[in-house]
């Protein structure tokens, strides 16, 4: 079983709109080095597939209508802030899975990273 595929059975009360605002995210950090490659590409339209499978009736439509109409980033950032901090802490092992996919983390990955998770007011539970 895939990633996003778990989440419909671990916490299954993620919303079109959140799953869409996760996607969008992960579609602008694999341009922000200005090499979206195939590796990000294709960890994305995998991620995309997992959820396809996991929507019933037209729930995959009206994800991509959402996906679609996700062109402010403030619009996905808004959502993503009125997440629980467990789906918080899914969007940042997601962004953290996707920068070293391609096997090149550079600082504008990392600075998106952070400026995103501080944005929506992330909480890490790890104790440094």
Known sequence: MG???SLFKNDSDW????????VKSLEVLAGIDGDYDKA??????GKLNELKQG???NEFERFQKKLNTLTNPLDSIAILKGMSNNKKKIVADSLLELSIIDGNCDEDELGFQGILLAAIAWKSDRKI
């Open 3 to 5: 990633f996003f595929s």
């Open 15 to 22: 919303s079109i709109s959140e799953l869409a605002a996760l």
């Open 40 to 45: 990000e590409e294709s960890y994305i339209i």
């Open 55 to 57: 929507f019933k009736g």
